[in-house]
Antibody, heavy 118, light 107 residues
Framework: QVQLLESGPKLVEPSGTLSLTCVVS?????????WSWVRQAPGKGPEWIGE???????NYNPSFNSRVTISLDKSKNQFYLSLSSVTAADTAMYYC???????????WGRGTLVTVSS | ERVMTQSPATLSVFPGERATLSCRAS??????LAWYQHAPGQAPRLLIY???NRATGVPARFSGSGFGTEFTLTISSLQSEDSGFYYC?????????FGQGTKVEIK
């Protein structure tokens, strides 16, 4: 059973960069799966941020413009989220996920709450 | 992007009764629709994919139906452990988008 665990700073200053890590256990990146980041702001539905394939291909939600970067380190079984120029609107629970063929999400982490505030 | 609209916002149901949740897509998403359950303090859980397919380990009381722009999640006999938020998601068009959710409460 694949398990995902998010980690990173819980407080980020406005205009700074939000950086999160997802540790994957019980699975590997060498498959047809895509690995994504999803966030959920308080009182709102989830929002898909972007995804990465084990070969390094990435797709990003256009609503994030060029602020987002997703990368991976297969040797560590980890993938990463970097979101720059954050504002209070980026305050949310951030989840990492495993998505078969880049479709629906089969596995979710428990999420990590990130607050943007000075 | 496809906008997903869920209704009702909140659904209160007695244990053992049927719960019906709706999801509408702003444009055709074929059968590429998934449902997730999110209980407080837990990771979200995949319930249904491809509109009608139950994920591994999901009880038979959960079923999905629909096509195109109108979709339904039915819980045939609500159990106490079914309380929480339910979200639909389309993955027919990029970017994948979610509904705003339905909160299911046990009366």
């Amino acid at each position: 059973q694949v398990q995902l665990l998010e980690s990173g700073p819980k407080l980020v200053e406005p205009s700074g960069t939000l950086s999160l890590t997802c540790v994957v256990s019980g699975g590997s990146f060498s498959s047809s799966d895509w690995w994504s980041w999803v966030r959920q702001a308080p009182g709102k539905g989830p929002e898909w941020i972007g995804e990465i394939y084990h070969e390094g291909n990435t797709n990003y939600n256009p609503s994030f413009n060029s602020r987002v970067t997703i990368s991976l380190d297969k040797s560590k079984n980890q993938f990463y989220l970097s979101l720059s120029s954050v504002t209070a609107a980026d305050t949310a629970m951030y989840y990492c996920t495993k998505d078969p063929f880049g479709d629906y999400t089969e596995h979710w982490g428990r999420g990590t709450l990130v607050t943007v505030s000075s | 992007e496809r906008v997903m609209t869920q209704s009702p916002a909140t659904l209160s149901v007695f244990p053992g009764e049927r719960a019906t949740l709706s999801c509408r897509a702003s444009e055709d998403v074929s059968s590429n629709l998934a449902w997730y359950q999110h209980a407080p303090g837990q990771a979200p859980r995949l319930l249904i994919y491809g509109t009608t397919n139950r994920a591994t380990g999901v009880p038979a009381r959960f079923s999905g139906s629909g096509f195109g722009t109108e979709f339904t999640l039915t819980i045939s006999s609500l159990q106490s452990e079914d309380s929480g938020f339910y979200y639909c998601q389309q993955y027919n068009n990029w970017p994948r988008t979610f509904g705003q959710g339905t909160k299911v409460e046990i009366k």
